[in-house]
DNA sequence: ATGATATATGGTAATAAAGGTCTTATATTT
DNA sequence: AAATATAAGACCTTTATTACCATATATCAT
């Protein structure tokens, strides 16, 4: 359906806001906290972004996640990666590594005929992928840390 | 998962069959077996397509469809928006008509800060699916018409 | 050492989306 | 009237997503 799934959604959020506090510390509690969502869904999500090398852990007390590279090196295509557990596809067959069109929707006797077409779409979908990187989630205009003040809401 | 699901792909192929039959009427079981897949899905993944007008379709015995426009003006984007009844949305809060965030995965109570990011990336998408037609998918190298002769399989 | 804090990891259950089949109705040609 | 072909919706199965739970491990502070 051509759609970031809510995991990839939660970690660019958590990468957005560790980033935004520069070097500190975060527990994945603050960051569930500050977003409104369940602590072990975000822990899960950093878990992983973690394991691939793009932020670093710590455990024990007063333990928690920073940046391991600078925003700008942190791509899309790298946090769904992460995420995934592999490089988006657009098509099954579209996987580099499959010559005999093993995995194409057609099953036709002859070469799947819209292989290659779809490769250079694919291509282009990596290219912006990995022109996207967390740097262009950062200086957002509105931004509240809510877990530096307690929240009041007017009726 | 960011990927494309097997109606879009069914109607891509269909399309880029139709299109290399140029002006000629196609029957939906010819397609179907042409590519051999089951000729309810390609029943109904034709229907939507013309339902939206991408092709025009011809009742009766005798009766098939054919393109309703020149290929390099069916966009992929008008594909899948034909097949899935809505553009592609890479997250749920970026429809343009959610002005309140009702729909962002983060339940913070101030807006959502990925929202400004995310649109641009939903434009920069758009602008690709935009830019590629059914006209990219035409001249491929290697194109047999099954129906046109009996296949024969060496071993 | 012990308790508190925090990450690491696997499992499971509920929900949603995708994919495919079947059936009936309608239109057109011969 | 029979044959051919699309129109449209109901239904079921499979897969993916999402959320939650439980337990293990690591580190810090006292």
């Known amino acids: 359906m051509l759609r970031f799934t809510k995991k990839t959604e939660y ?3 958590s990468l957005q806001y560790i980033a ?4 500190i510390l975060v527990p994945a509690k603050e960051i569930a906290d500050a977003l ?3 602590f072990e869904i975000i822990a899960k999500v950093l878990h992983l972004l973690g394991k691939n090398g793009l932020i670093q852990s710590i455990q024990g007390a007063q333990g928690g996640y920073l940046l391991n590279i600078e925003p700008k090196k942190i ?3 790298d946090v769904i990666t992460a995420i995934e557990g592999k490089p988006s596809q657009l098509v099954e067959c579209v ?7 093993t995995n194409c929707s057609c099953t036709v006797y002859s070469n799947c005929t819209i292989k290659d077409p779809m490769t250079i779409i694919q291509k282009k979908m990596d290219e912006m992928l ?4 967390i740097q262009d989630f950062l200086n ?11 929240v009041t809401i007017d009726l």
Not at 20 to 23: A, F, M, T
Not at 95 to 101: I, T, W
Not at 140 to 150: A, F, G
């Open 20 to 23: 935004n506090k520069e070097g």
């Open 130 to 133: 990995q022109s996207i990187t």
């Open 140 to 150: 957002t205009p509105i931004y509240h840390t809510l877990s530096d003040s307690s």
């Open 11 to 13: 970690a660019l959020l």
């Open 95 to 101: 996987s580099g590594d499959d010559p005999d069109d």
């Open 75 to 77: 791509s899309l295509s």
């Open 36 to 38: 409104g969502l369940s």
